[in-house]
């Protein structure tokens, strides 16, 4: 069976996905950036393995053998969902294969934002480490005894809440309705009131269009003064050029950001410039157990794909 892996493989995972040739998976990787290559490829691909460059109805209809698209990872947005389902090609995500390792990295942005580490590391490498400015401290901040607001309920607040717990934070979220699997020390508030009460503000929602922007210029100045904002989730949950001018402003003081509106990133975009945010290239997602996980459900879903292999496609969403 003849797959494509888009995405810009290691060497490790180069050589781990050779080795499924012994389950009769042929799986050629092909960067993001390689678009000759991807075009040759899908001629006669029959699955794709997606990460994040968007798959188009120009994509699927230059695949005639394509029968199945294998999100890996949960977000199935840079999907033209229609033109697969026009083309009777299946969908299939993963949902909690990447949980924890995004939980890590939440909670990882939050710490180095109140910490102000990016500027700590590269004062430090500079020999300055021991010279900071005298207000700099004034914005060292902890954890415990904040109000951690969480922006959707699903698998990964359900890991990160617990953790949080246990350094002192207080916790609250915002869902479509409360759930009965929140910690009972987890508050449930309509979203305005979570806006104005978190001390961080982590967003944790699919990108669907009523999600689109919903951390705009209104919401960011409902926010309290002196907030920090974390995105894990979807970049085009925020408005970007609003976070922008919150953080110039010091309505906001600090954000930590794996996401971005566009990506990758362009070289002119505002928020590399400031001082006051932690970026990351959204790979929240992307650690050696991720990929263990992910593999085990690609991998079973092309068993099933097999003509008699029996049994429904995992986690098929289209």
């Not at 678009?35 to 968007?54: K, Q, Y």
């Not at 050029?241 to 110039?248: G, Q």
């Not at 996401?259 to 002119?268: H, I």
Request: glycine share 8%; aromatic share 4%.
């Amino acid at each position: 069976m003849k797959v494509i892996f888009h995405y810009d493989v290691s060497p490790g995972l180069a050589a781990r996905l050779a080795a499924l040739s012994a389950e009769g998976l042929d799986v050629a990787p092909c960067p993001e950036a390689d678009d000759a290559r991807f075009a040759a490829l899908m001629e006669e691909a029959e699955v794709l393995w997606h990460v994040l460059r968007p798959v188009t109805a120009a994509h699927i209809a230059a695949a005639p053998c394509l029968r199945l698209i294998q999100k890996v990872g949960v977000g199935v947005n840079t999907i033209d969902l229609e033109a697969a389902k026009r083309a009777g090609i299946a969908v299939c995500n993963m949902p909690g294969t990447n949980s924890q390792a995004v939980a890590e990295m939440t909670l990882l942005l939050m710490l180095a934002a109140l910490r102000c580490l990016p500027l700590l590391h590269e004062a430090t490498r500079a020999g300055q480490g021991w010279a900071l400015p005298a207000a700099l401290p004034d914005r060292f901040g902890e954890l415990a005894g904040r109000t951690v607001g969480l922006v959707g309920f699903g698998a990964i607040p359900r890991l990160l809440a617990p953790a949080l717990l246990a350094l002192g934070a207080k916790l609250a979220y915002t869902a479509r309705a409360p759930k009965a699997e929140a910690p009972p020390a987890a508050r449930f508030l309509p979203l305005p009131d979570l806006l104005a009460q978190a001390d961080i503000l982590s967003l944790h929602v699919p990108l669907l269009p009523e999600t689109a922007r919903m951390i705009d210029a209104a919401a960011l100045a409902a926010m309290k003064p002196g907030a920090i904002l974390v995105n894990t989730a979807r970049g085009g949950l925020v408005d970007q050029p609003a976070l922008v001018a919150a953080l110039r402003s010091g309505r906001l003081a600090a954000a930590g950001l794996d996401v971005f509106a566009e990506e990758p990133v362009p070289a002119g975009e505002a928020l590399l410039q400031l001082p006051n945010v932690v970026l990351a290239p959204h790979i929240a997602w992307l650690t050696g157990g991720t990929i263990e996980r992910s593999l085990g459900v690609a991998v079973e879903n092309c068993r099933r794909l097999r003509a008699g292999a029996g049994g429904p496609l995992l986690h098929r969403v289209a």
